[in-house]
């Protein structure tokens, strides 16, 4: 049974079977690659996902649930490793002279550009 029913599915695409199984009261939906998801009527009516900051044509997850008083963020771009060094430091209650001796010593790493 198991080697015909593996027989039977792949004798059409997913597309074919999703057409097949439209509009029934099957449980039965295509598996969706991320582009297609995003491009999905369904999660864009619901706002699914969001562009990916700095990376053209390429979709993610936005927060879910969307609530109204904690709604969560939208994509952001990715950190930049090294890009907060000295903030951060000095945020722990180090000195900017001391973020600036562990620089020039080369014990801390900086990113000289923030994306």
Aim: net charge neutral; charged share 25%; glycine share 8%.
């Amino acid at each position: 049974m198991k080697q015909r029913f593996a027989e039977i599915f792949q004798s059409k695409t997913r597309d074919e079977w999703a057409k097949i199984f439209a509009n029934t009261d099957a449980c039965c939906v295509p598996v969706l690659n991320p582009l297609e998801a995003a491009a999905h009527p369904h999660n864009q009516m619901r706002r699914s996902f969001e562009p990916t900051p700095g990376a053209s044509g390429l979709y993610e997850p936005a927060p879910a649930p969307k609530l109204q008083r904690t709604p969560g963020l939208s994509p952001r771009p990715s950190p930049v490793p090294g890009g907060d060094t000295r903030t951060v430091l000095c945020e722990y209650g180090f000195s900017g002279e001391e973020v600036a001796n562990l620089l020039k010593e080369g014990v801390l790493g900086e990113s000289k550009s923030k994306l």
